[in-house]
T-cell receptor, first 113, second 114 residues
């Protein structure tokens, strides 16, 4: 079935370090891919999305490229800040017009000054 | 766009009691979802509405859980005879039915069953 696998956390980085959070997916069709961020005590917020192969989603310095050949959607940021400390979730929607969303287990990021 | 609103933010109840949560979606969104999230996990799908019709329910959703969306606007999720295993964050999300429309989440209701 359709699913998402994220790298295990937690991840701890120093401020201004480079961030990569790996995400791979399994899907039978042509899914849309998303990254969500969750700050303590809050719901999930959409960070970025990509809807077809080779699309790059970007927002707030974060980027992720939809790689169909490697079924991946890794999240990257060139220089993290303390305010980026949160839990990051990779998600997919298998059908562009459908209603199903599948989430990874989340990767906790802590950025230290 | 005032965002998705959930009420209450926190609920503490004793085992065996009934609880009801409310969700107000983004007004233009016709799709509404309920998810459950436990510590260290991603959201798990519970149920989904398109307008007022409940179109899908997860097998996770026992008979003690019921959800409604009268008139296709706000939604309620009721849990009857709560159990300690029901303790979790209950997230509501809404979306439009446009292609590849993302979910917009509320801040959730944290339920603690003692």
């Amino acid at each position: 079935g359709d699913s998402v696998t994220q790298m295990e956390g937690p991840v701890t980085l120093s401020e201004e370090a480079f961030l990569t959070i790996n995400c791979t997916y399994t899907a039978t069709g042509y899914p849309s891919l998303f990254w969500y961020v969750q700050y303590p005590g809050e719901g999930l917020q959409l960070l970025l999305k990509a809807t077809k192969a080779d699309d790059k989603g970007s927002n707030k310095g974060f980027e992720a490229t939809y790689r169909k050949e490697t079924t991946s959607f890794h999240l990257e940021k060139g220089s993290v800040q303390v305010s980026d400390s949160a839990v990051y979730f990779c998600a997919l929607s298998p059908n562009p017009t459908g209603n199903q969303f599948y989430f990874g287990t989340g990767t906790s990021l802590t950025v230290i000054p | 766009d005032t965002g998705v609103s959930q009420d209450p933010r926190h609920k503490i109840t004793k085992r065996g009691q009934n609880v009801t949560f409310r969700c107000d979606p983004i007004s233009e969104h016709n799709r509404l979802y309920w998810y459950r999230q436990t510590l260290g996990q991603g959201p798990e799908f519970l149920t989904y509405f398109q307008n007022e019709a409940q179109l899908e329910k997860s097998r996770l959703l026992s008979d003690r859980f019921s959800a409604e969306r009268p008139k296709g606007s706000f939604s309620t999720l009721e849990i009857q005879r709560t159990e300690q295993g029901d303790s979790a964050m209950y997230l509501c999300a809404s979306s439009s039915s446009l292609v590849s429309s993302p979910l917009h989440f509320g801040n959730g209701t944290r339920l603690t069953v003692t």
